[in-house]
């Protein structure tokens, strides 16, 4: 099992979803376990199908693992290889069928449309990383972007003009977004009056640090955090949940999930389907909440 898959999934619940340091400790000895085991086979991550992690099951029960532990052990795997499936390294999940431990099934938290506008208003507009931030934020949200897919963004990407951007996303597969009128007017006010003092040598990323560079991922999700906290937002906020409340948001307000699929760029219509349950839940909370009987 490959060393540097299991810290491509450590990194990416650290920029991504805001693990804190004791989840990813208990995460990675949970795959090097794992990992124990494929080795003991002489199999690699690409060979697990469902007996190997039946066997791995039984293995975990032959050394007395309490049912709590092997369930643990299990979601990790199985969270694992949900990250496979996305950065498109496998085309299939070993784990589809396998018993899963009995929690609630894992929804993605959004952000309320107010708290959005409240994040979006954190940023310093009198100053160039401020309104560099400001954009990046409104395009997140606008384009429901993955955090690497925007930091990857282009000059030439852009049609301002139109109103949308071309993204090259998972597989080097290339999707065009639209993107609202606020999305539009900030990269504009970015374009103008705060690249310009943040570019060093000619470069045409869009999104550059200031020392005149491309953006990284961890960089990222530590300003979105610190701009959620200024916003008196109290979620473990991360740079994915802005995609989440895109999706959820636009289900919400009566799109069609073929078109929010595509807008996400999920190869498979099965990963978009989450959000349907995400925002029907949001709507029964409402009701619950509101109606006069609920």
């Not at 990992?35 to 029960?61: F, M, N, P, T």
């Not at 996303?169 to 009128?181: A, F, N, S």
């Not at 990323?205 to 953006?215: K, P, T």
């Not at 955090?225 to 802005?242: E, Q, T, W």
């Amino acid at each position: 099992m490959n060393h540097a898959l299991i810290d491509s999934f450590l990194e990416y619940l650290v920029a991504e979803r805001s693990s804190p340091d004791n989840t990813l400790a208990a995460y990675a000895t949970d795959l090097e376990d794992f990992k124990a085991y494929l080795d003991g086979q002489d199999l690699s991550e690409y060979d697990v199908s469902g007996i190997v992690l039946e066997g791995y099951s039984s293995h975990c029960r032959t050394r007395k693992l309490k049912a709590s532990s092997i369930g643990r052990r299990l979601s990790t795997v199985r969270q694992f290889y949900r990250f496979l499936i996305e950065e498109e390294i496998i085309a299939t999940d070993p784990t589809r069928d396998l018993a899963s431990p009995k929690r609630g099934s894992y929804l993605p938290e959004v952000l309320s449309r107010d708290e959005v506008e409240r994040l979006m208003a954190s940023p310093d507009p009198g100053s160039p990383l401020g309104i560099r931030d400001r954009a990046m934020l409104e395009v997140l949200y606008a384009t429901g972007l993955r955090v690497s897919e925007l930091i990857g963004l282009k000059l030439h990407h852009l049609n301002l003009h139109v109103g949308y951007l071309v993204c090259r996303g998972k597989g080097d597969k290339e999707r065009v977004v639209p993107m609202g009128e606020s999305a539009r007017r900030r990269l504009e006010e970015y374009l103008q009056d705060a690249r310009p003092y943040l570019v060093g040598k000619p470069t045409d990323i869009l999104f550059c640090s200031r020392r005149g560079g491309g953006m990284t991922r961890q960089n990222f999700w530590y300003a979105i955090r610190r701009y959620a906290a200024a916003a008196g937002i109290l979620k473990p906020i991360s740079p994915h949940m802005l995609r989440h409340s895109f999706a959820t948001h636009l289900l919400m307000g009566g799109a069609d999930l073929r078109s929010v699929q595509m807008m996400l760029g999920h190869a498979d219509i099965s990963t978009t389907q989450i959000y349907t349950h995400l925002s029907s839940g949001r709507l029964k909370e409402i009701h619950d909440r509101y109606h006069p009987r609920g």
